[in-house]
Structures are given as C-alpha cells and as structure tokens.
C-alpha cells in the first residue's frame, strides 16, 4: 500500500515546476551518492508557507519524496514547517516521531529507512525545504547545499 503511494507520487508529481510567480526564496540541494538534484521555491506570505514547488532529476525515492512533502507542508506556518521536517528526519533515522500523522503521505516513506543508501534521497527534499525556510528567515533569497558523505 505504501508503495503505491510512492509510486503515484512519482508518475504523478504534485507541486513540480520550475517556476514559482513572486517566489521568496530558492535552493538547490543536491545528494551526490545517488546523483539526486532538488530546487526548491518557496513564497511566503503572513507567516505561512503560501505556496512551495520542486523541480530537478533524481531517483524515484527523491522525487516522489518531494512530491509528498510539497502536499504535507503547504500553507502551515514556517515554525510548523521547520517542526515536521524534523519529524520526518526522525522517522527516516528510525524512531517513532510525534507528528508522524502531520506527515501526511510523507509516512509511506518509512520502510525506506531501513535501506540507508536511501535515506537521503527520501530526505532530500525535507532538507531542502527547512533550509528554505531559514535562508527566507534569515533574510537570504538563495542558497546551495550538497549533501555528501
Ligand atoms: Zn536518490
């Protein structure tokens, strides 16, 4: 069942564009074990994360990964970004995070956990998107992070 998910995410990808009118801030994260590419756009408005898209090439995993965390976290507020980004990771690394239902379909992902070579590219684009959040707080219009070792 959580394959399909993933799988419907992947063919039918939510939130992917490559532009995002009146964007705030934009990063480019990058996993080089698996050769996985993600650019991030986000627009913020009264506080929330008004509208958030991805664009890039990367393995199934990452992409569909991105899709569903584009759907979890639109439209919450950036503390709430910032709050199930790291429940995500928390759950990728093995543990039974609080907010693991605010995952949304973020939760099919678990079973990817116990394949490590695959971590990252399930938590690329959460990483992606709690580095935009603190790039857009800190005043920052873009930034560049590669994900190695
Ligand atoms: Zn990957």
Same mark, same amino acid.
């Given at each position: ?21 009146? #964007? ?12 996985? #590419? ?105 930034? #560049? ?5």
């Amino acid at each position: 069942m959580y394959q399909d998910i993933i799988l419907d995410h992947y063919r039918k990808p939510h939130n992917r564009a490559e532009q995002l009118d009146d #964007e705030d801030t934009h990063v480019h994260h990058s996993n080089p074990l698996c050769g996985d #590419e993600m650019d991030l756009r986000i627009r913020v408005r009264d506080g929330r994360l008004d509208a958030v898209v991805f664009s890039g090439d990367g393995c199934s995993i990452s992409q569909a990964s991105a899709s569903a965390m584009t759907q979890a976290v639109a439209g919450r507020e950036l503390a709430d970004v910032l709050d199930l980004s790291e429940n995500f990771r928390q759950m990728m690394h093995g543990e039974e995070p609080p907010r693991i239902d605010d995952l949304e379909d973020g939760i099919a992902f678990q079973g990817v956990a116990r394949f490590p070579v695959r971590v990252k590219c399930a938590l690329l684009s959460w990483m992606a998107v709690k580095d935009a959040v603190e790039t857009y707080s800190s005043g920052d219009s873009d930034h #560049e992070v590669a994900h190695d070792a």
